[in-house]
Every structure is written in structure tokens, then in C-alpha cells.
């Protein structure tokens, strides 16, 4: 039978992408007064970074933009050099690089945070929204409270299990609610923007689709990643009810005097419908088992799931992305059910590399490939309304605890060079033709 597949082209107002971070690219760690943050803390400490790298220049993309431009000038000059070549910015207020100054003051976990964030994002709304129209006030809360939290692998390297993250997590998204209603009330009106947060979350499925328990895991594992920001802020306006029942009767038995996750307070902005927008950052998909109940502190212990890699999924780069491009479809469709079909952008996705530098790089250029055409299913077969596309990432760049060893860019920086020479992969020239095609030539199948 013949198949004409011109259904995998994109939407005419799809918008296509690729995504950075200030820490990641830009390097310029003390210039103009700038203080230091919490990652440039970490990072000069021992240890805790591949080969004990940092971002102090990164890509150097703050003086190569223009090496006499101060910071708010240099974010102008971004955004005006942006629109200037026919690119839409989509600006993240903040991408785990909290100052070191508001570290010391409790950071993630001082409730004053939320008024400081709200007030630094009034300033950037004032400041820079007039041209731009697409915000996202957080990138990943899940990653910076587990990761910074709980296990300590990243800034600020804080180790305090099944309590941290969880009053981290309910401070970012106090302050994300904060900023979203500023926006609204003061200056939506007349900028006409959109604002959002920025979600990660894998896929997952029961390790054994007929077992029972594997599948109640699996809905745990859900609701402990994807539903703990989702379901306040697209749901509920509180927190997963399998995530406050556990972690509330856990928290009793452990002798806490209250739960170890927090309440959303009368009085406080409303969290429930403060994204204009789903913002999806997705790498990999999980198996996962039931797990043995156990009394320890921590959050594997509240979720009771464990998560593990499918050994027939090839893995890029760096041991935990398994590349399942399949699964995105899923989970476009789990959001679309979850949340009320909302208008989603795909805002990170990406595939990495390490070892020797590889410019052919045909592995990556065939994951974007087969992960676009799940996304192109998604919204022709699925119904699912996906308005965007972002790779991760535009170059190749601090890679966080695995500093420059990971790579995922679609343009390779030589981080020996004194100039830090850009040369594109062949993936970045085929995502080209992907985005001037505007998906992929029809052709039929028998």
C-alpha cells in the first residue's frame, strides 16, 4: 500500500529553535561588578566538576557579542542582534545560576525569595519587554532542588535527604506565581507577552506491563517528577495527592512535626494557572519498579519507585540518556490529557556526545530526525498542540557537573583555541534543512 506522508511537515507558524544558558556559554564571570553565583561557588571548589572545570569563560559569548557592553546592554544588544535577523527570543529569567549573595541569605530555601525574584523579574519585564514576548521564569525547578538539594551534584551542593528539595521546589514555584501575576497585572496589558515555566520530565513505563505494582511505581514516578510543578501550576493548584498523602504519613512516622512537604498558603498568589504556555525540556524515558517500603529519609524512599534504562535503548554520550525518541510522543500525549491540551513548546531536546570530536555526527543527525517525526505524529495523528521546537543546544558548552566533557551542541566550540573556533556539526546543517523545509519532504512509502 502507497503512504503520502506530507503530514510530516510542521504547522506554517511552528517556531523553530535552539536553546542556550547564561552560565553555560557566556563565560564573563566577574566582569562589569557582576558577583559571583552559586555555580561559579561550586565550581571553584574541588572536586565536584569534571576534571575540576568551570564556567568562569565557557564560550566566552559575553565578550565575543561585543567586549565593551555592560550586563543590561549586553542583554540588549542579544535580544535587538536577535530581532534584527528575523529570531524570536524566548527569555529565561532564571537557569540555576542563583547569586551567591542570595545563597547566603538561605537561597532556594528562604521563604524572602520569592518578593527578590518577583522584583528582579518586574525589572527584566520593564527592561527588555518591549521586544520580548516569550518569558520563562524557572528552567527545571525538579533538577535544582533534587540535583542541588537533595543529592548535592549540583550548585549549591546542599545534601539534606527528603527535606531541602522539597521546601526549594515549593520557593520556586511561590516565586515563579509571584512574577507570573506581576506580568499580568502590570505589564501584559500593553507588552501583549506570554510567560511560563520551564518543565523537564522523562517518560516512563512499567518495567513489567503486567505487573500490578510496577505500574502503581510507575504512576509514582510520574507524579514525583513531572506532577510535583505540573499539577499546582496546570492541575490542581496543589501538589500530586499520591506525593502529599506519602510523603505526609512518612513524615508522621518519622517523628517530623509537621510535613516535610509544604502547604500553599492562604493569602499567597495563586499558583494554579500561571502558564500561559507547557514548556517541555525532555532527554530520555525510564522502566520502572516497585521498590521495598523503607523508612529512610529521602525522597527515592517517599517515591518508592525505581527507575532503570530498557538494555535494548541505545545510550548517547553520557551514561543516563537512553535515546527513545518514541517516547516524547508519549509523554506529548500524557501532557495533552493531564493538563487540558495545553499550547505546548518543546524547549529543550537534545542528543550528547563525548569522546573524540566527531563533525559527521550522523548518530545525532538521525535522533532529530526520528524525534521530530514523533513530534510531527504527535500533532497530526495525536491531536497534541506542540507550537515549537528548541534543540539543545545551539553550542557546545559547560555541560554543569560534566563540565566541557559532554557535548551537545549543534555547532562545536574548540575549547583549546584561543579564540574558541565554531564549526558546525553536519547535525546543525541538517536540523537547517529541517527548519527550511519546515519538516520533511513528502514522499510515499509501500
Known amino acids: ?113 520569592a518578593e527578590v525574584f518577583d522584583g528582579y523579574a ?26 542541588g538539594h537533595e543529592d548535592g551534584l549540583f550548585a549549591p551542593g546542599v545534601r539534606d535527604p527528603g527535606v531541602s528539595l522539597y521546601l526549594a521546589g515549593h520557593n520556586m514555584l511561590r516565586a515563579h506565581a509571584r512574577a507570573w501575576h506581576s506580568y499580568s497585572a502590570l505589564f501584559r496589558p500593553e507588552q501583549k507577552g506570554l510567560i511560563s515555566l520551564a518543565l523537564n520530565s522523562d517518560w516512563a513505563e512499567p518495567q513489567d506491563p503486567s505487573s500490578p505494582q510496577d505500574a502503581a511505581a510507575t504512576e509514582r514516578y510520574m507524579a514525583f517528577t513531572f506532577g510535583w510543578f505540573a499539577s499546582p501550576v496546570f492541575m490542581t493548584g496543589d501538589y500530586p495527592a499520591t506525593m502529599r498523602s506519602r510523603i505526609e504519613a512518612r513524615s508522621a512516622g518519622q517523628g517530623f ?15 494554579l494557572g500561571t502558564a500561559d504556555f507547557f514548556a517541555l525540556n525532555h532527554y530520555t524515558s525510564r522502566r520502572v519498579r516497585a521498590v521495598s517500603p523503607s523508612q529512610t529519609l529521602g525522597f527515592k524512599g517517599d517515591q518508592e519507585a525505581e ?18 525518541p518514541y517516547g516524547l510522543r508519549k509523554l506529548l500525549n500524557y501532557i495533552k490529557d493531564a493538563c487540558g491540551n495545553p499550547a505546548i513548546y518543546i524547549t529543550e531536546n537534545g542528543f550528547a556526545q563525548t569522546g573524540p570530536v566527531d563533525l559527521n555526527d550522523s548518530q545525532r543527525s538521525g535522533f532529530y530526525r526520528d524525534t521530530l517525526l514523533e513530534v510531527c505524529k504527535a500533532i497530526h495523528e495525536d491531536g497534541v498542540d506542540v507550537r515549537g521546537y528548541f534543540a539543545w543546544s545551539l553550542l557546545d558548552n559547560f555541560e554543569w557537573a560534566d563540565g566541557f566533557s559532554v557535548r551537545f551542541g549543534l555547532f562545536h566550540v574548540d575549547f583549546t583555541h584561543p579564540e574558541l573556533t565554531r564549526t558546525m556539526y553536519l547535525s546543525g546543517r541538517e536540523y537547517a534543512k529541517i527548519i527550511m523545509g519546515n519538516g520533511f519532504q513528502s514522499t510515499a512509502q509501500s
Not at 84 to 102: E, G, K, R, S
Not at 123 to 143: I, Q, S
Not at 258 to 271: D, I, K, N, T
Open 1 to 113: 500500500m502507497s503512504v503520502d506522508i506530507r503530514e510530516n511537515l510542521f504547522p506554517s507558524d511552528f517556531a523553530w529553535g535552539a536553546a542556550t544558558a547564561a552560565y553555560q556559554v557566556e563565560g564573563g564571570w566577574k566582569a562589569h561588578g557582576k558577583g559571583p553565583s552559586i555555580w561559579d561557588t561550586f565550581c571553584h571548589g574541588k572536586g565536584r566538576v569534571f576534571e575540576d572545570q568551570n564556567g568562569d569563560v565557557a564560550c566566552n559569548s559575553y565578550e565575543l557579542w561585543e567586549e565593551d557592553l555592560r550586563c543590561v546592554n549586553y542583554y540588549n544588544k542579544v535580544i535587538n542582534d536577535l530581532l534584527a535577523c528575523n529570531i524570536t527570543p524566548m527569555v529565561t529569567l532564571y537557569h540555576f545560576d542563583l547569586p551567591q549573595a542570595l545563597q547566603d541569605r538561605g537561597g532556594w530555601k528562604w521563604a524572602g525569595i
Open 122 to 147: 518586574a525589572f527584566c519585564f520593564r527592561t527588555f519587554g518591549d521586544r520580548v514576548k516569550l518569558w520563562l521564569t524557572l528552567n527545571e525547578p525538579y533538577v535544582c532542588a533534587k540535583l
Open 257 to 271: 512535626p509537621a510535613a516535610r512537604l509544604p502547604e500553599f498558603e492562604e493569602g499567597e498568589p495563586r499558583v
Open 307 to 324: 527507575a532503570e534504562m530498557d538494555p535494548s535503548w541505545p545510550v548517547c554520550g553520557t551514561p543516563w540518556l537512553a535515546v527513545v
